[in-house]
């Protein structure tokens, strides 16, 4: 069964520093989005990529983050200087349609602000 | 804001008896009512989902009861199995053309003894 890739499983980031966290969707699927979920806590959206463009976005989405799909296949969120606050698992999720048709999620990266 | 409320936190369940987890919504424009399931490590996997139009829906063990008028919603794991012990999340979405965010619950931790 096809499946979201993404890496790396676990990141390990100075306070202040860039982190590019990276994700491949399924390949026929057409939504990409980003959620995260801070340890024991539940699953926050972040946002929402169709058509090259960002769809939708939550609060927690501020100007420190961007999304971008370089090439046909992967899909990546980037944290411009990373907060002690962004530590958290991110999970990539991608679905085909967006007449609620399934989100398919990812195993998670775990980030880890030092 | 929390739009969707989940109970109970934790539950302990025999094997073999019947796991019951309710949400609650807030918004009723909300269409799309997902189930997902979290193993450590791991991320949600979707287990089952509801539209607002059916009151019922079941996948073998998995069963979705779903009230409009009261906004809530139940998941019903029957003959439940250790192997059932995981996170499970509810989530709504709101109708979209380009992406939709899952809105999550807080979670429900179950247990089920041997």
Same mark, same amino acid.
């Given at each position: 069964e096809p /499946? !979201?890739?993404?890496?790396?499983?676990? $990141?390990?980031? $100075?306070?202040? $520093? /860039? !982190?590019?966290l990276r994700c491949v969707p399924i390949s026929n699927h057409l939504?990409?989005?980003?959620?995260? $979920?801070?340890l024991g806590q539940k699953v926050e959206f972040l946002v929402s990529f169709y058509n090259n463009e960002i769809s939708e976005k939550s609060e927690i989405f501020d100007d420190q983050f961007s999304v971008e799909r370089p090439d046909g296949s992967n899909f990546t969120l980037k944290i411009r200087s990373t907060k002690l606050e962004d530590s958290a698992m991110y999970f990539c #999720?991608?679905?085909?349609?967006?007449?609620?048709?399934?989100?398919?999620f990812g195993d998670g990266t775990r980030l880890s602000i030092l | 804001q929390q739009q969707v409320k989940q109970s109970?936190?934790?539950?302990? !369940?025999?094997?073999?008896?019947?796991?019951i987890i309710n949400c609650a919504y807030e918004n009723t424009a909300f269409d799309y009512f997902p189930w997902y399931q979290q193993f450590p490590g791991k991320g949600p996997a979707l287990l089952i989902a509801i539209r607002p139009d059916v009151s019922e829906k079941k996948e073998g063990r998995f069963t979705i009861s779903f009230n409009k008028s009261a906004k809530q919603f139940s998941l019903h794991i029957m003959d439940s199995q250790p192997g059932d012990s995981a996170t499970y999340f509810c989530a709504a979405?709101?109708?979209?053309?380009?992406?939709? #965010?899952?809105?999550?619950?807080?979670?429900t931790s179950l247990l089920v003894t041997p």
């Open positions: /499946e !979201v890739t993404q890496t790396p499983s676990h $990141q390990v980031t $100075q306070m202040g $520093q /860039e !982190v590019i939504y990409f989005y980003w959620y995260r $979920q801070i #999720a991608s679905s085909w349609s967006s007449s609620n048709q399934p989100q398919h | 109970p936190q934790s539950l302990i !369940v025999q094997k073999g008896g019947i796991s979405s709101l109708p979209s053309n380009s992406g939709y #965010a899952l809105n999550f619950g807080k979670g």
